[in-house]
């Protein structure tokens, strides 16, 4: 079983910066794509970013330009660096691993970003 562990929230005022990580039990290599999501307070979970099949990177229109996803792969890590943020970047944010398109991917707990006007 695979353990993801994510970390990094926090508060932080309007146009601050987070990174947050996420840590796997296991070689992220192993992994064909990982993602994170986030889940706003009363909202349904929605994808953030994606690195997919042969690095290709994926950014939601919300926050292209403004975060930025990269892996540590001797620290078995990855990231999420997160600037300008806004307020409507207020959400539990997730990561997730997936290495067998026919099966549901790996999911963290998530932790929580509130951002403060």
């Known amino acids: 079983q695979v353990q993801l562990v994510e970390s990094g929230g926090g508060l932080v005022q309007a146009g601050g910066s987070l990174r947050l990580s996420c840590a796997a039990s296991?070689?992220?290599?192993?992994?064909?794509?990982m993602e994170w999501y986030r889940q706003p307070p009363g909202q349904q979970r929605e994808l953030v970013a994606t690195?997919?099949?042969?690095?290709?990177?994926y950014y939601a229109v919300s926050v292209r330009g403004r975060f930025t996803i990269s892996e540590d792969n001797a620290k078995n890590t990855m990231y999420l660096q997160m600037n300008s943020l806004k307020r409507e970047d207020t959400a539990v944010y997730y990561c997730?691993?997936?290495?067998?398109?026919?099966?549901?991917?790996?999911w963290g707990r998530g932790t929580q970003v509130t951002v403060s006007s």
């Open positions: 997730t691993a997936s290495d067998d398109p026919d099966a549901r991917p790996f």
């Open positions: 296991r070689s992220i290599d192993s992994f064909t794509v």
């Open positions: 690195r997919g099949y042969g690095g290709s990177i």
